[in-house]
């Protein structure tokens, strides 16, 4: 399988931010770092964690970053690739606004996206009608902060079915690139293969609120994550069939011997 023989490269974010233009580099904040290695890890580097980019182009995200021609100017302008990105396949839910309007609910962010082609990669959601009802679907916090208080930290729970290899991931051949707007300020809110068909993400009864992302749990401590049969997921948070969740290659028992599972 020689287009994933150069996946998973180890440039530092760092480093690559530094050798971006002024006006993108305002667009990842240094507050948001943590953040961004988070996601850099889920989608550049193996193990559970959704879409990956596969492409020897791409060593870290910031290097897709690179590729949308004129981003700067666009993000002054409110022009972005959304239209492009709905040919693709991306439904008309997955987006914000560029510019809000009178009729928009107060507190409602604005975002841009960007479709950045000649990216290879392999996506990571599937709809839960394609899973078997007694799938084991791994229940955690990938990044963020668990306080929905905090908006600009707050990473809802997610769900993930564990299966298979990357091999069997759908291809894609582009990547998206989302700059959101909250409060008058631009950032870039994550960079991954493919259009932005969104995994639920939400909490769960009373007990998400206790699973704690990795840079929130204690170092020396496990990551506290919950393990669930589809068929109870969906009746416990209220999913239907047509909902999309992530994929990930790999076993399970493998992946769940460095958390913690709660009872």
């Given at each position: 399988m020689?287009?994933l023989?150069?996946?998973?490269?180890i440039?530092?974010?760092?480093?690559t931010?530094?050798?971006?233009?002024h006006?993108?580099?305002?667009?990842?904040?240094?507050?948001?770092?943590?953040?961004?290695?988070q996601?850099?890890d889920?989608?550049?580097?193996?193990?559970?964690?959704?879409?990956?980019?596969?492409?020897?182009k791409?060593?870290n995200?910031?290097?897709?970053?690179?590729?949308?021609?004129n981003?700067?100017e666009?993000?002054?302008?409110?022009?972005?690739d959304?239209?492009?990105?709905?040919a693709?396949g991306a439904?008309?839910s997955a987006?914000?606004?560029?510019?809000?309007t009178?009729?928009?609910p107060?507190g409602?962010?604005?975002?841009?996206?960007?479709?950045?082609?000649?990216?290879?990669?392999r996506l990571?959601?599937?709809?839960?009608?394609d899973i078997?009802l007694?799938?084991?679907?791994?229940i955690?916090?990938?990044k963020?902060k668990?306080d929905?208080?905090d908006?600009?930290?707050?990473t809802?729970?997610?769900?993930?079915?564990?299966?298979?290899?990357?091999y069997?991931?759908p291809?894609?051949d582009?990547?998206?690139?989302?700059?959101?707007?909250?409060?008058?300020?631009?950032?870039?809110w994550?960079?991954?293969?493919?259009?932005?068909?969104?995994?639920i993400?939400k909490?769960?009864?009373?007990?998400?609120g206790?699973?704690?992302?990795?840079?929130?749990t204690?170092?020396?401590?496990?990551?506290?994550?919950?393990?669930?049969?589809?068929?109870e997921?969906m009746?416990e948070?209220?999913?239907?069939?047509?909902?999309?969740?992530?994929?990930?290659?790999?076993?399970?028992?493998v992946?769940?011997q460095?958390?913690?599972?709660?009872?």
């Open positions: 020689p287009e023989s150069s996946e998973f490269g440039a530092s974010l760092e480093e931010k530094k050798k971006l233009p006006d993108i580099q305002a667009l990842v904040p240094s507050d948001m770092m943590s953040y961004y290695n996601t850099n889920m989608h550049c580097a193996p193990g559970e964690g959704g879409s990956k980019f596969t492409d020897a791409v060593e995200i910031f290097d897709v970053l690179q590729k949308v021609p981003l700067g666009r993000v002054a302008q409110r022009t972005d959304r239209e492009a990105l709905k693709a439904p008309d987006f914000l606004p560029s510019t809000k009178p009729e928009h107060e409602l962010p604005e975002a841009l996206y960007y479709k950045v082609d000649g990216i290879e990669g990571g959601v599937i709809q839960l009608k078997p007694d799938a084991q679907i791994l955690r916090r990938e963020g668990s929905p208080s908006r600009k930290t707050y809802p729970a997610s769900f993930t079915y564990v299966n298979g290899t990357v069997d991931m291809r894609t582009f990547a998206t690139v989302i700059v959101g707007r909250e409060e008058g300020k631009d950032s870039v994550t960079i991954h293969p493919g259009a932005p068909v969104r995994p993400l909490e769960v009864g009373d007990w998400s206790k699973l704690k992302s990795a840079e929130e204690p170092e020396g401590e496990k990551q506290l994550v919950k393990v669930m049969t589809l068929e997921l009746k948070a209220g999913l239907g069939l047509e909902d999309y969740i992530k994929i990930t290659p790999g076993k399970l028992d992946i769940l460095k958390y913690q599972v709660m009872e």
